[in-house]
C-alpha cells in the first residue's frame, strides 16, 4: 500500500522546490509584476500608509511595490534562497522566514490593513487550509482586505514544473481549489467577497498545464 504524504511533507517539499529553483524562477518572474491590475485593485482598497503582509511574497517585488506606494509592508516566506534573492534585489526590505502555518507567531491579531497571497495559497495542504484562512483573518483588522489567487481544479497533485525538470526533479506540490472551496474558506472565516475574476493561462510552460485557469480573489474582513 503507498505511504501517504503527510501535510509537513507536502511543506517541505515545496520549501525545497523553491530553494534549488530561486536563481531561474527569479530571473523571470523576480522583478516582474503579474496581473498588476489584480495588484492595483486591491491597493485601491487599502487605506494610505496602510499596513501589509506579503504571504509566499518570494523575492518580495510585491512588497517592495507596496513601500513605494506610500505602505508599510512585510515580505514573508519560507524559503531560504528567494529571501537570498530578495537581499539581491531589494537589501532593506523587511522579510520573515518561516512557514505559513506560523504566522501568527510573529504578529500581534489585528494588526494589518491588508494581506495579499499571490501565487501561494495553491502550496498549502488540503489539510492546512483553514488554519492558514483562520490566521489570515486573525491578524487582519476589522474591515481588513486580503487579496490571493489560487488555481481552479480538484485535488492534490505534484505536477510539472518546467526549472524543476532542469534539475532533475521535475514536479511541484499544487492544491487545486473548486469555487465551493473557496467559497467554504470565505464563509468559515468571516469574509464578504468584494472583488473575483478568473484567467486562463495559455502555454506550455504553464504550471497545471495549458489552458488552465486561475481565479483572483479580493474580499474583507466582515464586521463581526
Known amino acids: 500500500m503507498e505511504e501517504k504524504i503527510t501535510s509537513q511533507q507536502k511543506r517541505d517539499s515545496v520549501k525545497k522546490d523553491y530553494d534549488i529553483i530561486a536563481d531561474e524562477y527569479s530571473a523571470e518572474f523576480g522583478r516582474l509584476y503579474e496581473d498588476i491590475e489584480v495588484v492595483e485593485e486591491f491597493m485601491g482598497k487599502l487605506k494610505p500608509n496602510s499596513k501589509i503582509l506579503d504571504l509566499g511574497g518570494g523575492t518580495g517585488k510585491l512588497t517592495d511595490l507596496f513601500i513605494q506606494n506610500g505602505h508599510q509592508a512585510i515580505c514573508y516566506d519560507f524559503s531560504k534562497e528567494m529571501m537570498r534573492k530578495s537581499r539581491e534585489y531589494y537589501p532593506n526590505l523587511p522579510y520573515i522566514l518561516d512557514d505559513m502555518l506560523n504566522m501568527e507567531e510573529h504578529f500581534e491579531k489585528n494588526c494589518f490593513d491588508g494581506i495579499i497571497a499571490f501565487y501561494s495559497l495553491f502550496h498549502i495542504p488540503r489539510e492546512d487550509l483553514n488554519n492558514v484562512f ?91
Do not use: A, H, W
Open 134 to 224: 483562520t490566521s489570515i483573518s486573525k491578524l487582519l483588522k476589522e474591515d481588513g482586505i486580503l487579496c490571493f489567487v489560487v488555481q481552479l481544479g480538484n485535488g492534490e497533485q505534484f505536477i510539472d514544473e518546467p526549472y524543476l525538470k532542469e534539475k532533475g526533479k521535475g514536479v511541484l506540490y499544487f492544491n487545486f481549489f473548486t469555487k465551493e472551496l473557496i467559497n467554504e474558506m470565505l464563509i468559515n472565516n468571516n469574509f464578504e467577497k468584494l472583488y473575483e475574476t478568473e484567467k486562463t493561462e495559455v502555454g506550455e510552460n504553464e504550471l497545471g498545464g495549458d489552458g488552465n485557469n486561475k481565479v483572483f480573489v479580493i474580499v474583507r474582513k466582515k464586521t463581526r
